[in-house]
């Protein structure tokens, strides 16, 4: 009983710092991150994974803006392409860019059909307390991802023009994996 009210009170304790605290910082040299999209209201609580993903898309493009990138626009299969490694990373438990088939971004991509390459941003969160797939943390990866050099080289990368991106729980909602995926014109 006691170790059920510690994770609860922990829980609520998480989630009430995302809902109030939200703050993306100014950046670093050379680059901007915009400020969080999320109203305070919206910030918790499992949405549909299309709302997260217009919101995944949403913040891609507030963070390429301030740093005086053109948009990306979505492309459903890129979507599907990153839907698929995240699911796939749950189900097998791994966490890379390399699937166990030996199959990359641009590799995934190909098989469905896309004409060009990709670039994939990644990210795993395990942990005891449950998280929901909410906006606040859409809004939590994407900061993670742009104060990130690698990832952020990605999410800035000029010559890019599509998005896809994906993300899944486990049924507890203590381990995620969420995809950037992006492309340009074969």
């Known amino acids: 009983m006691v170790l059920s009210a510690l994770v609860f009170s922990s829980y609520a304790l998480i989630q009430l710092h995302q809902l109030f605290?939200?703050?993306?910082g100014a950046g670093g040299p050379g680059w901007a991150i915009g400020q969080p999209q999320t109203q305070w209201n919206f910030r918790l609580g499992n949405q549909p994974l299309p709302e997260l993903r217009a919101l995944a898309?949403?913040?891609?493009?507030?963070d390429r803006q301030v740093n005086g990138l053109p948009p990306l626009v979505e492309d459903p299969l890129l979507a599907q392409v990153a839907q698929r490694h995240a699911e796939d990373m749950l189900k097998h438990q791994f966490y890379?860019?390399?699937?166990p088939d030996g199959q990359d971004p641009s590799d995934?991509?190909?098989a469905l059909g896309g004409q060009a390459g990709a670039g994939e941003n990644i990210m795993q969160q395990k942990g005891?307390?449950?998280v929901a797939l909410s906006f606040g943390l859409v809004e939590e990866y994407q900061k993670g991802w742009m104060y990130s050099p690698g990832h952020r080289e990605n999410l800035l990368t000029p010559h890019y023009t599509t998005f896809g991106y994906g993300i899944v729980a486990n049924s507890l909602g203590t381990e995620i994996y969420a995809v950037q995926l992006f492309s340009f014109p074969p």
């Open 57 to 62: 898309l949403e913040l891609v493009n507030r």
């Open 108 to 110: 995934r991509f190909r």
């Open 96 to 99: 890379d860019h390399v699937n």
């Open 128 to 130: 005891t307390i449950p």
């Open 21 to 24: 605290f939200q703050s993306n």
